[in-house]
């Protein structure tokens, strides 16, 4: 099939999963295309036979506001001719369903063009904060339910589109996924010294994400400091975002600066995840948790919170450990718990591992989403 993804080039969920989700229908022998305003952050190193198309939004002087939705529906009009596109997937909802809408209905008018089918999948903020703003709802509501097929991360998800978005269009549930056989443990002993040398720290705490305060990583920072407590513990935490400066402050007035380090995004997670003890991920709202799965693959027990669509994807007491946002005491009691009892790291790590291979590999969730393109196109 000839399969166009739409979805954002920035730091976050949605356009990891859309960026491998590309890469692997490469593989599958499909001709992808991937329309984004740059090249996706994880496409950087390697484009893995995906053909890029750029979007651009030219600047006018009379506008003060760009206008994405018309260049994005737009370029996706002009690639969907020329490569006579068969799907165009949209990743997050906004913008990227309302351009696919308005693509398809220009190509609709087309006397004897071919009419892609429209896929949108919705990954979180797209419905649970952003989409149900009131000034864009309802578009994003029509959008949707004008797609052809409309998939979710979670049921989670899936069930707050339905309540809160009163969307009607059947939603079905494709998880999150990884490539399992590049995501496990690769330990390399100089890069844990380097961020946890064993003469001062017992314990390295990770974590990952784009800093923004659906995350919390101010709450990150207060398990830490519980943890620091009674465990010689190190954080790092790897990622950017609105909140980066609010994150540095408060490690420095905490007298923390030893004890925490802040790395840049990492295009690649696995070296850092495989030399971690632990994971934490007490964000405020996630309908999935990419990142939680990432760190499950590479055998990094997870202590997250208990919203959205995490007990999909981390079974409390199993997999990871799960506690109300708010209760960063109960987080950091988890947290020094598996830190310390050798058995019980071990057995979480295990588990974590194999729920992330049994469950949310290329392998199982790939066909998924090619069988749902099957069904639009015959
Ligand atoms: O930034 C993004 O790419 C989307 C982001 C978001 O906030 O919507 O992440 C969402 O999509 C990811 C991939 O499906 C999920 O793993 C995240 O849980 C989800 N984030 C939230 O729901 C906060």
Redesign the pocket.
């Known amino acids: 099939m000839r399969i166009g993804i739409v979805c ?1 080039a ?8 859309a960026t491998e989700l590309a890469r692997q229908l490469v593989r599958r022998s499909h001709e992808v295309h991937l329309l984004s305003s740059e090249i996706p952050f994880r496409l950087r190193a390697d484009s893995g036979g995906i053909v890029f198309h750029p979007v651009g939004t030219p600047d006018y002087p009379l506008f003060r506001e760009p206008q994405y939705v018309i260049s994005l529906a737009t370029r996706i009009v002009q690639v969907a001719r020329e490569r006579q596109l068969d799907i165009v997937h949209a990743h ?1 909802a906004v913008p990227h369903a309302t351009a696919a809408y308005l693509a398809r209905e220009i190509l609709r008018t087309e006397c004897g063009g071919r009419v892609p089918a429209v896929i949108t999948t919705l ?4 419905i ?2 952003v989409g149900t703003d009131p000034s864009y709802a309802e578009t994003v509501r029509f959008s949707i339910d004008r797609s052809d097929a409309v998939t979710a ?1 979670s049921e989670s ?1 899936r069930l707050d589109t339905i309540e809160r978005l009163q969307a009607v269009s059947p939603i079905r549930v494709i998880p ?1 996924f990884l490539d399992c056989d590049r995501f496990k443990r690769v330990f390399d002993a100089g890069l844990r010294e380097r961020l946890c040398p064993a003469g001062q720290y017992d314990a390295l705490v990770v974590h990952l994400s ?1 800093f ?1 305060p ?2 919390r990583v101010n709450a990150v920072v207060g398990v830490f400091r519980r943890i620091r407590e009674r465990v010689r513990a190190r954080l790092v935490l790897a990622g950017e975002g609105p909140d980066s400066l609010k994150v540095q402050n408060e490690v420095e007035a905490y007298g923390l600066g030893r004890d925490v380090e802040i790395l840049p995004p990492q295009e690649d997670v696995v070296p850092l995840l495989s030399v971690a003890d632990l994971f934490l991920l007490p ?1 405020l ?7 939680a799965l990432e760190a499950m693959a590479c055998e990094v027990p997870v202590v997250a919170s208990r919203v ?2 995490i007990p999909e994807v981390i079974d409390d007491g199993i997999t990871g450990v799960l506690h109300a946002p708010d209760d960063l005491d109960a987080m950091a009691d988890s947290a020094v718990h598996l830190l310390t009892d050798r058995a019980d790291h071990q057995s979480m790590a295990r588990e974590g591992r194999w729920a992330a291979n049994y469950r949310f590999c290329v392998s199982e969730v790939v066909p998924l989403y090619e069988a749902l393109y099957r069904e639009l196109v015959t």
């Open positions: 954002y920035s730091l976050g969920g949605s356009g990891i999963v997050y990954h979180g903020t797209d649970t904060l991360v998800l999150n784009n923004r659906v995350k964000s709202q996630e309908s999935f948790g990419l990142a959205g669509g």
